[in-house]
């Protein structure tokens, strides 16, 4: 079985969604308009059918179902890159230092 994050556990692993921003930006993601200003889509490599892998996440770490939304996509990037969840939360966290030191 796959590990997952779920969402209360992201408590203790806080995570700004811009530094998900961040790290999806340099891993080939591309932002995808959406009509709901609460959500960041992003566009990745096409699954096994060819269709596009879209990951949502929220505009705020404030709404109600962020701490799922960002679980989702830490469980999805763990998944995609054959990571632990932990290993994704890690890796976000050290692009935002590197992206800060860089500047």
């Not at 921003?21 to 699954?47: E, I, K, M």
């Not at 990037?77 to 230092?97: C, G, M, Y």
């Amino acid at each position: 079985m796959t590990e997952k994050i779920l969402p209360d556990q992201l408590q203790t692993h806080p995570l700004k969604i811009a530094d998900i921003v961040s790290y999806l930006n340099q891993n080939g993601w591309q932002a995808v308009t959406h009509p709901n200003s609460r959500l960041l889509v992003f566009q990745g490599s096409a699954d096994e059918q060819g269709n596009p892998i879209q990951l949502v996440l929220p505009s705020q770490n404030t709404f109600e179902d962020s701490a799922r939304l960002l679980a989702k996509a830490v469980n999805l990037l763990a998944a995609l890159e054959n990571k632990s969840p932990q290993e994704i939360i890690d890796l976000v966290t050290q692009t935002h230092r590197i992206s800060i030191v860089g500047s």
